[in-house]
């Protein structure tokens, strides 16, 4: 089983992205955990070690994807 | 059956984010096309009429994911 996690921080943008996945992912191959860094700041330092620049983004197998453009790290950290 | 199609133009972010999409969509939900604008580019126009701006990109349910950042689709019509 892949671990796969989305971290997103609840902007519209994030919203649609994570139902694309969360519709459409393979569950069977995927272990997906889904972040929301307003609920659990302190995933944050984690999220940018693995080089999540933006949100929404999905982390699988040390591979980062930004899926389109909600907010920067930056702006999230800023709350 | 939803039906996906996944632009790209053979570039190396285009090739992961390609890998990912065929390991990891439910295919059982998801019947995905694989457009190579390199291959054929008759299809740009459809592409960028479904809101593409850059490569490489997922179009499903009338919405368009960009993936990371490949190319812009400036860069794949000048070849």
Redesign the interface.
């Known amino acids: 089983m ?1 671990k ?1 996690v989305f971290y997103h921080a609840g902007c519209e943008v994030c919203v ?2 994570e139902k ?1 996945i969360l ?8 272990d997906l955990e889904v972040v929301h860094f307003g609920e659990d700041p302190s995933r944050i330092r984690e999220a940018e070690a693995a080089g999540v620049k933006s949100v929404p983004a999905l982390v ?2 040390g ?7 909600g907010a920067s790290m930056e702006d999230v950290k800023n709350g």
């Open positions: 892949t796969a649609d992205a694309m519709d459409y992912f393979d569950r069977s191959k995927v699988v197998n591979q980062t994807y930004h899926i389109n453009y």
